[in-house]
């Protein structure tokens, strides 16, 4: 069946430095999601990529989805307190039934 | 906040029992999925329903099985509970129109013992 792996599984920075989780499909997606989920809370919807190559930013996020629309990027600049939680990408092959990476868990040293 | 809402927020259940989870849709949305999320780890997808009719299905045994209303609200209903149904169950409702944005409700604890 499809497969979204995601790297890192964790990952702890320092205030202010930067932070990049990486999606990989073994076939082409139809478009790619990713989502951030607070402790205790659902996953919330950051962006949808649909295009090759395409490259879309959010203030401090910026993502990638690859030539190959096999592989996707989230990287946060100057992390802060308030970006903690953990990073899901999703990719969808027909409709809008998603298969979800296991996340990067994303903590921040103030 | 998405406008999906979902009952009971947390459920304790014993091994062999029935339950049924409830989810509204964001107004406007004919498309919910549901998801179950174990602990630690990414949502895994259940099924999808159109129109009140199964349009899609994950590795799930028949004992999840799922209802959409005309209303577009939906259940989730599990069957013969084991210990490794213990889990965050989420929906999810969109429209099928090509956007593929999925909007999340809290989540319905379930913890079987």
């Known amino acids: 069946g499809q497969q979204v792996m995601q790297i890192p599984q964790y990952q702890h920075v320092q205030e202010g430095e930067d932070f990049t989780t990486y999606c990989n499909s073994s076939?082409?997606?139809?478009?790619i999601q990713w989502y951030k989920q607070r402790p205790g809370g659902h996953p919330v919807f950051l962006i949808q990529l649909v295009k090759s190559g395409e490259v879309k930013k959010q203030k401090r996020l910026t993502f990638q989805f690859g030539e190959a629309k096999k592989n996707s990027s989230l990287h946060i600049t100057a992390t802060q307190t308030t970006d903690v939680g953990t990073y899901f990408c999703a990719g969808a092959w027909a409709g809008n039934m998603l298969t979800f990476g296991g996340g990067t868990r994303l903590m921040v040293k103030p | 906040e998405t406008g999906v809402t979902q009952s009971p927020t947390h459920l304790i259940k014993t091994r062999g029992q029935q339950v049924t989870l409830r989810c509204s849709s964001q107004s406007g949305h004919n498309t919910v999925s549901w998801y179950q999320q174990a602990l630690g780890q990414g949502p895994q997808f259940i099924f999808q329903?159109?129109?009140?009719?199964?349009?899609g299905r994950g590795n799930f045994p028949p004992r999840f099985s799922g209802l959409q209303f005309p209303n577009y609200s939906s259940e989730l209903n599990v069957n013969a509970l084991e210990l490794d149904d213990s889990a965050l169950y989420l929906c999810?409702?969109?429209?099928?129109?090509?956007?593929?944005?999925?909007?999340f409700g809290p989540g319905t604890r379930l913890t079987v013992l």
């Open positions: 999810a409702s969109s429209l099928l129109d090509g956007t593929d944005t999925q909007y």
């Open positions: 329903y159109y129109r009140e009719e199964e349009n």
């Open positions: 076939t082409t997606l139809s478009n």
